[in-house]
């Protein structure tokens, strides 16, 4: 789901992409309500609460949303700047090492983080670090996907869904309506599993706290792991044909001279 780009990625890879992640999304989403009550996984409320503080002359909190939004462009500018050097050498690996950072800042919040509010430096932190991961997430997915999938926000997917099934009204022809059909089951399978995530995540925060972003990084560790063993399985089943190629090619050589 990470390998395929261009032509030769499908529907059924966009689907795998979009129902691991989109899940990890909803997950960080809740965690950083319920810790810090900030919205971790997208920047559109930050910009209200940012001319909010401006009009209110409290400059210092206007700053602090100023950096919410600052942080998450950091994690996708990083995210596609490591794709685009990875693409030059390994470009089959050229997820990892956005996706490895992502699990690592998880797991650091999830471990070390405490007892938060938004208004204090820890706070702070952990929200600069969650915006900063899903930023790393959504640009990597939407450079995968060719900006069909976004798993951190749900604004732009509704407007899509919306307009799709609008669509359904007015589209006649059979391939037309199979492909409408795909990508509308695509963006209620994305909103379902964000939603899922965090009602999941809501769960086992009142449990185990900040802990629950352990979850995000076992999904994560899931998605990488997927696509390692259908990369050797791919690698094998080559080599394998390979193989067998060139037995019969030396086995029809030893015929045609016998």
Request: with cysteine; glycine share 6%; net charge positive.
């Amino acid at each position: 789901m990470f390998r395929h780009q261009g032509k030769s990625r499908t529907f059924s890879h966009n689907l795998r992409l979009a129902t691991l992640l989109s899940f990890v999304a909803g997950v960080v989403n809740v965690t950083g309500v319920l810790e810090i009550q900030v919205l971790t996984t997208n920047v559109t409320g930050h910009f209200a609460y940012f001319s909010e503080q401006i009009m209110e002359h409290q400059y210092l909190a206007a700053f602090a949303f100023f950096v919410f939004i600052l942080f998450f462009l950091l994690g996708a500018f990083t995210s596609n700047f490591i794709v685009e050097l990875m693409t030059k050498t390994k470009p089959e690996f050229s997820h990892v090492i956005p996706l490895s950072i992502e699990i690592v800042l998880l797991f650091i919040i999830g471990l070390f983080g405490g007892s938060a509010d938004a208004t204090n430096l820890q706070g702070k932190i952990i929200a600069f670090t969650l915006l900063f991961a899903m930023g790393l997430q959504n640009a990597l997915v939407t450079r995968i996907s060719q900006s069909t999938v976004r798993t951190t926000h749900l604004t732009g997917l509704f407007t899509d869904l919306g307009i799709e099934l609008s669509q359904l009204f007015f589209y006649t022809q059979i391939e037309e309506k199979k492909k409408l059909k795909r990508n509308i089951f695509l963006r209620v399978s994305i909103i379902t599993l964000f939603f899922l995530g965090c009602f999941v995540g809501g769960l086992l925060y009142q449990i185990i706290a900040l802990k629950t972003l352990f979850l995000g990084c076992l999904f994560l560790l899931i998605a990488l792991f997927y696509d390692y063993f259908r990369l050797k399985i791919y690698y094998l089943n080559r080599k394998k044909n390979s193989y067998l190629e060139r037995y019969e090619w030396n086995k029809k050589i030893n015929e045609h001279n016998s």
